[in-house]
């Protein structure tokens, strides 16, 4: 590792937002925008081979997206299933683990099959893990594992006096996933938008007003130098 990435975060989220802005400015479709912003996922999975970021988790589809026109999300989720098409070949060519957190079961039949044969292929991979949040939201991920809890406790396999912050972060969509280190926003939106909301607790923020297609190794490369400035705390003193 450079001396540039010493310190790099082994957990890096992002929440890749601008590409519909993207499009407008050009007077170009939204979904334009969003195969402009496949090819920024490319340059940052290449750059967190670079820096040696470990764990890569990406805000690529909402709970709340499902709101959008039927054209838009139909056409987000082909563009889904040809990025790992045109893609999965590298996962295996760099033994990166391939993962999806969120509500996988609201998703059309023929992408959770194509999700499922990339997730099965690369399971034993561990040099990295590319992780997509889909069909995502934090407060339905906490919502999901309360639900878990709350049946262990019925059966009597769990005395609610024994739950702790363990108990939870154990019933989460991938609990064996270290927590973020860092989290970066593209478009210079200043909210975390119900991304990981138990996971982010203690995470270093960063917001760039690049929006996401623009958003290349040179942007991420100024990210981390960002966060090897920080100190990080976690509720200690100086």
């Known amino acids: 590792m450079s001396k540039a990435n010493a310190q790099a975060p082994r957990h890096v989220a992002i929440i890749m937002d601008g590409n519909g802005r993207w499009a407008k400015q ?50 987000l989720m082909r563009l889904l299933r040809v990025f790992l098409d045109k893609n999965e070949h ?6 990166i683990r391939f993962r999806v957190i969120g509500r996988m079961h609201d998703l059309p039949k023929l992408i959770q099959r194509r999700l499922n044969k990339a997730i099965e292929s690369t ?44 108990t939870i972060a154990s019933r989460l969509y991938a609990p064996d996933i ?3 280190d860092f989290m970066i926003r593209t478009s210079g939106e200043m909210r975390i938008s119900n991304f990981l909301l138990w996971q982010l607790s ?10 996401w297609p623009d958003f290349r190794e040179e942007h991420f490369n100024a990210a981390l130098a960002e966060y090897a400035r920080r100190h990080r705390r976690f509720g200690n003193i100086e």
């Open 26 to 75: 050009r007077g170009l479709p939204r979904l334009r925008g969003h195969e402009e912003g496949a090819e920024s996922v490319r340059a940052i999975l290449r750059a967190c081979r670079d820096a040696n970021v470990e764990y890569l988790t990406l805000y690529a589809f909402s709970v709340e997206n499902w709101v959008r026109p039927r054209d838009e999300i139909g056409g």
């Open 178 to 180: 270290p927590d973020p």
């Open 123 to 166: 399971l034993s991979y561990k040099r990295s893990t590319l992780t997509l949040a889909l069909s995502y939201g934090g407060r339905a991920e906490l919502v999901d594992a309360v639900k878990r809890i709350a049946v262990d406790v019925k059966e009597g396999k769990l005395h609610p006096e024994r739950i702790t912050e363990k």
């Open 90 to 95: 590298e996962l295996h060519e760099h033994e």
């Open 202 to 211: 203690y995470a270093e923020l960063y917001v760039t007003d690049v929006l």
